[in-house]
């Protein structure tokens, strides 16, 4: 869960308030009772939190925009578009990664 918040840049609580105000917005969990987002699940947390936190809406009323938005629309652009999300999400974060081992390495590298 510390990564998925850390890359929507929002607290783990407003996920897990999430999880219960959204019902189709559900983490598996790990052998181990973690919670585990795949890939649907990080693009609909973005798309939510860009509902609310940019959009201005209720925790309600981006659900209900987010699941018209999940209904309409045929499968195979559904599909492509989760995958379009599912890519830049992934090049992001191997960007941060990146950036964070450079970050590192500037530090390492300081004399004082």
């Not at 999430?18 to 795949?38: L, Q, Y």
């Not at 599912?86 to 191997?94: E, G, H, S």
Request: net charge positive; proline share 3%.
């Amino acid at each position: 869960m510390g990564e998925v918040c850390e890359l929507l840049g929002i607290r783990p609580h407003t996920i897990r308030y999430w999880e219960r105000s959204v019902p189709f917005i559900a983490a598996r969990r790990n052998a181990f009772g973690r919670r585990v987002f795949g890939a649907r699940e990080v693009s609909m947390l973005h798309r939510l939190r860009y509902l609310i936190v940019d959009g201005g809406n209720s925790t309600r009323e981006a659900a209900d925009l987010l699941w018209r938005e999940l209904s309409d629309g045929s499968q195979d652009a559904r599909g492509a578009i989760g995958k379009m999300r599912a890519d830049l999400l992934d090049a992001r974060n191997r960007a941060q990664r990146r950036l964070q081992a450079v970050r590192r390495r500037a530090v390492d590298r300081d004399p004082s």
